[in-house]
Every structure is written in C-alpha cells, then in structure tokens.
C-alpha cells in the first residue's frame, strides 16, 4: 500500500520565479495538510484541505496558494520566491475522523 | 498557537529512561507524538485525546493532562533506534489543524 506521494522531491528555484509542489494521499485518505520545515524546526502549519476546499490556514502570505482535487490529491502553489522560502515541504494526509498524519517524504526546495 | 516541548535535547545510553514534555496555554482535543529521523519523513507514533487517558505500546507511552493541558512522552529502557526528534503536535477541536512543537532530539548511544 502506497503512502503518501509527494513530487518532485529536490526543486531548485531562483528568486522571484513561481512553484507548484504535488502530493498523492495515502489510499482512503481524504485530508491532505501541508507544512513547511526549516533546518531544525518543526513542521510550521500552511493549510488544510478538505472537499476540495481549504479548510484553514496558518500564518503564511497570500503568495502560498492550494489547491485539492477530486481525487483528494492536492497541489501547492508558491509565486514571488524569496531566499526564505527554501525549506522542506511536507505533505501529510489522514482519513476524517481517524487518528494520526501520514507524512510524505517531502520536497526539499531551494530558492537561489 | 505552538505547544511548547522541553527539554530541546536528550543524550542516553541504551537502557536508559526519557521523559519529554508537551505543553499548551488554550485547551486541546487531542496530542499527537511523531518521530522523525534526519532525512526522513515524521512518522506517527500515537495519539492522546482529552479524557486523560495513558496510551502505549511496548517501551514508548504517554499521557494527557487534560487539566493542565500538558502531554508526556515516556520512553524506557531506550534502544539506538530511539534516536531522532520528537514532535508533539497540537488539534485545537476535531479535524482542525495539528501544530507542532519545535521538537526534541534524542542521541541514544551505546
């Protein structure tokens, strides 16, 4: 059984330009969260979605933009980069209602 | 708001026993404990809700203060395979958002 499916997995960016991040949930998944990991930190909260609609949001910038599909896989879109912005990305999905986050592995991304 | 997680490190022998700390100033649904290893993706280990209930499995446990809002992490007789850092992850009310801690990193050496 696949777990979470996140792509590409290394991103190379220059400043300004925009990215779009994608994750497949675990099978039967239907909530996908995504997160941003700096070197050492813990995972810091961008958004949830739910149905196809973003269900709530951290404190990131309108430039963090989603999106989820019908097949509950889901999309992350940053535009504007900055040198801040380089970090690993982390999906995580879970079935409504159930217990803990599947994580996926991750998409490191870099923004020179 | 970001639970507050203590101590920041943990150095061990195999065999010996930690304790790591999770705590919250608003009132939570539940407490998430996750280990992640350097280069790998968090992995869940369990999940406590309000009721204050112990939960566990072989040498790893933990519990939920419900009144203090304070979660703790045990692990005993500690393994190398314990190693890495643990996060504790915070849900506000059901299917809400899970905050994490800034982590605790575990070194269990031989």
């Known amino acids: 059984d696949a777990g979470v499916t996140q792509s590409p997995t290394h991103l190379i960016k220059t400043r300004g330009q925009q990215v779009t991040l994608r994750c497949s949930p675990k099978s039967g998944h239907d909530t996908v969260s995504w997160y941003q990991q700096a070197l050492g930190q813990g995972p810091q909260f961008i958004f949830q979605y739910y149905e196809e609609e973003e269900r709530q949001r951290g404190n990131f910038p309108d430039r963090f933009s989603g999106h989820q599909f019908p097949n509950y896989s889901s999309e992350l879109n940053v535009n504007a980069l900055l040198l801040g912005d380089s970090a690993l990305y982390l999906c995580?999905?879970?079935?409504?209602?159930?217990?803990?986050?599947?994580f996926g592995s991750g998409t490191r991304l870099t923004v020179v | 708001q970001q639970p507050v997680q203590s101590p920041q490190a943990v150095i061990l022998r195999e065999g010996e026993d930690a304790v790591i700390n999770c705590s919250s100033s608003k009132a939570l649904y539940s407490v998430h404990w996750y280990r992640q290893k350097h280069g790998e993706a968090p992995v869940f280990l369990m999940i406590l809700l309000k009721g204050g209930e112990q939960k566990g499995h072989e040498k790893i446990s933990a519990s939920f203060n419900e009144k203090k809002q304070q979660s703790s992490l045990y692990l005993t007789a500690s393994q190398l395979s314990y190693s890495g850092t643990y996060f504790c992850?915070?849900?506000?009310?059901?299917?809400?958002?899970?905050?994490f801690g800034k982590g605790t990193t575990l070194s269990v050496s031989s």
């Open positions: 992850g915070t849900e506000r009310q059901a299917g809400t958002a899970l905050i």
């Open positions: 995580a999905s879970r079935r409504r209602g159930a217990q803990g986050y599947t």
